[in-house]
């Protein structure tokens, strides 16, 4: 069974300041996605990553493969009020069948 | 362009009662999931169908049942329902294999 853990599980910060989602796991994954959810939605893809040690930004958003495509963060500068929410890391390796992380609840306080 | 739709956004059920989830994809896509998501479990995935076809099943128990129709509209079966099956349940539709998922906004499932 491919497991995705993430981490932290919570995180509660002021508006301005930077951080760091991790999401580890012992499987190799063909490709790794990150998404956001917010209440009362379903998750809404942010980015893809599909090559070990790729690096891809998304404004404020910087995310990470790593290079044994088992492993990948989630970095945000100068958070914002609007980046509230679920993050979620999900593993790919066949098609549409997702392996997603507990995810990660983020408060971000003005 | 319409996003994926699922009904009812809302559902309460007694325990032993079996229910249907309904989810109509974005025009055009031809592949449906479903997920379940739980506080304790997270999003887990249920079954993916394709023109008709289920082509993944995830570790549920038989009680779990799908299909699509040829418009690609998917219907979630759950029968015998148990506690345990209280869930936000999730569609998401997409144009073909490993392709971007696009996610509706879910059911939420109260079993009582």
């Known amino acids: 069974t491919q497991l995705l853990e993430q981490s932290p599980q919570f995180l509660s910060i002021q508006e301005g300041e930077n951080l760091t989602v991790y999401c580890n796991s012992s499987s190799v994954f063909s490709s790794l996605q990150w998404y956001r959810q917010e209440p009362g939605e379903g998750p809404v893809l942010l980015v893809t990553?599909?090559?070990?040690?790729e690096v891809k930004k998304l404004k404020r958003l910087t995310f990470q493969f790593g290079d044994a495509r088992k492993d990948s963060s989630l970095h945000i500068t100068a958070a914002q009020p609007g980046d509230t929410g679920l993050y979620l890391c999900?593993?790919?390796?066949?098609?549409?069948?997702?392996?997603f992380g507990g995810g990660t609840r983020l408060m971000v306080k003005p | 362009k319409a996003g994926v739709t699922q009904t009812p956004r809302y559902l309460i059920k007694t325990r032993g009662q079996q229910v249907t989830l309904s989810c109509s994809p974005i025009s055009g896509h031809r592949s449906v999931s479903w997920y379940q998501q739980t506080p304790g479990q997270g999003l887990q995935f249920l079954f993916e169908?394709?023109?008709?076809?289920?082509?993944n099943k995830g570790n549920f128990p038989g009680r779990f049942s799908g299909r699509q129709f040829s418009n690609s509209r998917s219907e979630m079966n759950v029968s015998t329902l148990e506690l345990g099956d209280s869930a936000l349940y999730l569609c998401?539709?997409?144009?073909?294999?490993?392709?971007?998922?696009?996610f509706g906004s879910g059911t939420q499932l109260s079993v009582l």
């Open positions: 169908y394709f023109s008709e076809t289920q082509r």
């Open positions: 998401a539709s997409s144009l073909d294999w490993a392709e971007k998922l696009f």
């Open positions: 990553v599909v090559t070990g040690g």
């Open positions: 999900a593993g790919d390796n066949a098609g549409n069948m997702l392996t």
